[in-house]
């Protein structure tokens, strides 16, 4: 075999993480590709905020059903067992954040109803924390994927994406709450006045389309983490298995 013929590439690729495994692979692209989905559902559901209506006393908002999706893909991504030291850790705080999404999402209902209540407020500022919280821990899991392939660079740019979620998200929500309810209480009003209401909100709308990119960026990683996977797969599938060496007999 010729010292650089395609298959002895893709051997020298797969050699250069033997720890994984394709079914590790195969759990990886399925777990991922769910994750980008439920990500795109739950803002296409968002923008309509829709609800769903359980027996007339729980309203849940119609984007938890990419929560759901999100949720699927964990328990594949969970499957896959551990591909790095971190791996199950930041799967188990997925699984609690997801959790804590539906816990917080009739909240959205509720405050929809109820606008200027500040306890109501305070429940979708928490709901928006975990969402977050979520993302982050998404880009971490893909950032593991591509240390456990060896892959510099989609190391590099899940580490972006990982720092994404913390300057375009994470500060900046933390500043608006911490702003938002220093505003209320000194001007007697409700957090959603100070922050939302037009004609009396102090913080500038413009500030709150930066929470979009996470989500963007988000998706991309997670695009990303599935084609590569495939990307093994499929060279797992096209290396033929070693030829035996030396002459044989007849």
């Known amino acids: 075999m010729s010292e650089h013929s395609p298959d002895t590439e893709l051997m020298r690729e797969n050699e250069s993480h033997p720890h994984t495994r394709p079914v590790q692979l195969l759990y990886a692209t399925k777990g991922f590709a ?3 989905w439920g990500i795109f559902v739950a803002l296409l559901l968002f923008a309509g905020i829709a609800s769903i209506n359980f027996k007339m006393y729980v309203y849940l908002p119609s984007y938890i059903l990419g929560t759901l999706t999100v949720y699927w893909g964990l328990t594949y991504l969970h499957a896959v067992g551990p591909l790095t030291p971190d791996w199950l850790k930041r ?3 997925a699984f609690t954040a997801v959790f804590l999404q539906i816990y917080f999402s009739p909240f959205v ?3 929809e109803k109820s606008p200027h209540g500040n306890y109501f407020m305070c429940n979708i500022l928490a709901l928006a924390f975990v ?3 979520l993302l982050l821990t998404l880009n971490q899991l893909v950032r593991d994927l591509a240390i456990a392939l060896n892959d510099r660079a989609f190391r590099a740019e899940a580490q972006l994406c990982v ?3 913390v300057l375009l998200a ?3 929500l933390a500043g608006i709450t911490a702003f938002g309810l220093y505003a209320m209480i000194k001007y007697s009003t409700t957090l959603y006045s100070v922050l939302l209401l037009p004609g009396t909100s102090l913080v500038p709308h413009w500030i709150y389309g930066l929470f979009l990119f996470p989500f963007t960026f988000t ?3 997670a695009w990303k983490a599935q084609n590569r996977c495939l990307e093994m797969l499929r060279g797992v599938a096209e290396v033929p298995p070693p030829r035996a060496h030396g002459h044989s007999g007849r």
């Open 34 to 36: 769910r994750v980008f």
């Open 170 to 172: 994470i500060l900046p």
């Open 163 to 165: 720092w994404s979620v």
């Open 219 to 221: 998706m991309v990683c």
């Open 109 to 111: 209902y509720w405050w």
């Open 131 to 133: 969402t977050f919280w």
């Open 91 to 93: 799967i188990r705080i």
